[in-house]
């Protein structure tokens, strides 16, 4: 079973340098690490736990069929407005 993770760097202030967001679009799971090699660790922990939990309770597990990442550029007169 494959999953696409999305890798962002966190800029809230309130954490400490260096630490990614990991989100999961399919299931909309949202993790963190100190890393990108720390958020992919911590997604994989999660999404285990959060399977575990379904198979445990009888739910279905849903799986990704296609996945696509696009970036959208606007204007930055428009951004800073």
Do not use: C
Not at 15 to 40: N, Q, R, S, V
Request: net charge negative; charged share 20%; aromatic share 10%.
């Amino acid at each position: 079973m494959q999953y696409s993770v999305l890798i962002e760097a966190v800029t809230d202030p309130n954490f400490p340098p260096g630490y990614y967001y990991a989100h999961i679009p399919t299931l909309d799971l949202t993790t963190h690490g100190l890393g990108i090699e720390g958020a992919k660790l911590a997604a994989r922990e999660l999404l285990t736990a959060w399977i575990e939990e379904k198979q445990a309770r009888g739910e279905p597990i849903p799986r990704e069929t296609d996945a696509y990442f696009a970036h959208i550029e606007l204007d930055d007169a428009l951004v800073g407005a």
